[in-house]
């Protein structure tokens, strides 16, 4: 019988890890999950509150997902993406109609989100004719050639030089305001007027496309004010910009809707999406484009491609997903414990503590921004913090791992991103934890 040891040692013998330094990680041993829980080889279990990377909407191990497959995998493993798939067509045809038929006219398939970004842009940069794409400081789209260029985030430092035709620019972030607002309304209007300075400087016929995450996920649950997103489209609009929607993160109900954009009253060029179409059964990702980038392609040749673009055995889940959504009312599961269990819970958090700098979200994605005290708003760690720096930080993820709940945080932020399908007495179980832990850890 294996135990946490045994695959420790395996695990660094052979595995290289991903945005890690090798010798210094020490990764846990997964053992098995089930819904909203995974356990190690020790029988160590822990409620997962980050849904792995933000992309376990329907839970570790739900038996139609896995069903889906089994039953894909009699009939047809794999296929060239040249060829017509009955799976595929069905996966492309609900993401389409879900998303709007009468803006969205077909789905690009990719491994992932990453791979999607970087079609997306290639598709912006071919039907415009034009190179530069925008994209906010405070942001992540992957760690691709281009999408890590867009990425505002620290991971792009030691990727540079990236692409020099990408330009970042200031989003919208009330609670640290750069454009030194005191309400929403005036953070939208000033932060669109930030946008269209640097659009008139940098050049309107030489920007291809802007691209934002509807919500921004890694980098703070930033939910955009009200007017912000519908004034992109216009300057958009305005100068011929085409906007891209990251939905990789957000997407497939992580917000409430089934596409987060869906918030907010507006309608993009390009959505790209990944991680919730299948709950990352199989790796999975895509685009979706309008139907004048689709006409572009129509008689000319798109300059792309993969060999595992709708993989069947990512696309049977994907479908799957669909009927879940439907047959369990994920949708409304979601908008209801948000608004009766998270919020308030999380208010509550907000009043008792005076780390508790500010509350943020929506639906199953949500931030709890830690600083050394409310006044001051100074962030319980730095930026982009080193191992010493980032020690309180580390203390509460113990605390809550003691206490068997798996958080996700980054920087000075605890994120609360749990399965879609949470059952309202986890979700419950899962706040208090946090709540005991930052008594524990920094109360």
Known sequence: MSSNADIKTLDRSYVFHSWSAQDLIDPLPVKSGDGSYFWDYEDNRYLDFSSQLVNLNLGHQHPRLIQSIKDQ?????????????????????????????????????TNGGAEAVENAVRMARLHTGRRKVMAMYRSYHGATSTAISLTGDPRRWPNEPADNSIVHFFGPYLYRSPFHATTEAEEAERALEHLENQIMLEGPATIAAIIIESVV??????????????????????YGIMYIADEVMAGFGRTGTMFAFQNFDVTPDLI???????????????????????????????????????????????????????????????????????APKLEELHQKYDCVGQVRGLGMFWAIELVKDKESRTP???????????????????????????????????????????????????????DESIGAALG
């Open 73 to 109: 995998a009699e009939a047809l493993c794999t296929v060239a993406p040249s060829f017509a798939e009955k799976t595929r067509s069905e996966l492309a045809e609900l993401i389409v109609t879900e998303a709007g038929t009468d803006n969205f006219a077909g789905v690009f398939f």
């Open 217 to 238: 996920g890694t980098n703070g649950i930033l939910v955009p004010p009200p007017g912000y997103l519908a004034g992109v489209r216009r300057i958009c609009d305005k």
């Open 380 to 434: 319980l760690v730095p930026f982009n913090p080193t191992a010493e720096e980032n020690a309180p930080m580390a203390a509460l993820t113990a605390e809550c791992k003691k206490r068997g709940l798996w958080p996700l945080t980054h920087f000075n932020r605890m994120h609360v991103a749990p399965p879609l399908n949470i059952s309202e007495a986890d979700l419950s179980t899962g706040l208090d934890i946090i």
């Open 272 to 342: 790209t999406f990944a991680k919730g179409v299948n709950s990352g059964y199989v790796p999975l990702g895509g685009v979706i484009m309008s139907h004048d980038i689709r006409k572009t392609f129509g008689t000319r040749v798109f300059p792309g491609g993969l060999t595992y673009s709708g993989h069947p055995l990512a696309c049977a889940p994907g479908v799957e997903t669909f009927k879940i959504f439907a047959d369990e009312r994920i949708l409304e599961h979601v908008q209801h414990l948000a608004a009766t269990v998270i």
